[in-house]
Nanobody, 121 residues
Framework: QVQLVESGGGSVQAGASLRLSCTVSERTFSETGVAWFRQAPGTEREFVAVITSPTLQSYADSVKGRFTISRDNVKNTVYLQMNSLKPEDTAIYYC???????????????WGHGTQVTVSS
């Protein structure tokens, strides 16, 4: 069973940057699409960004131009570079694999436990 471990969350001021990491125990990682989702208190989990093979990326409109997803296939790790953070980016961030794309919506099948990001104004 694939395992995903997120790290890199923290508490920052608005305008700051953070880089999240997601390490995946998947033997065919280089062929695996990985996505980031986030969930704020009282809201549903929402898509943030995805990187597929061979390195196509897609972003939610709310983070486009501020967040960048990338991958290191040697380290089995996907990164989410988050710049110009806003208080509304506060959420638990999860990475996911075993992705499906239905009616223009990304869904994850395997999940990590998440990492908290808190942005204060």
């Amino acid at each position: 069973q694939v395992q995903l471990v997120e790290s890199g969350g923290g508490s920052v001021q608005a305008g700051a940057s953070l880089r999240l990491s997601c390490t995946v125990s998947e033997r065919t990682f280089s062929e695996t699409g990985v996505a980031w989702f986030r969930q704020a208190p009282g809201t549903e989990r929402e898509f943030v960004a995805v990187i597929t093979s061979p390195t196509l990326q897609s972003y939610a409109d709310s983070v486009k131009g501020r967040f960048t997803i990338s991958r290191d296939n040697v380290k089995n790790t996907v990164y989410l570079q988050m710049n110009s953070l806003k208080p509304e980016d506060t959420a638990i961030y999860y990475c996911a694999t075993d992705l499906t794309f239905v009616d223009s919506v990304w869904y994850g099948g395997s999940w990590g436990h998440g990492t908290q990001v808190t942005v204060s104004s």
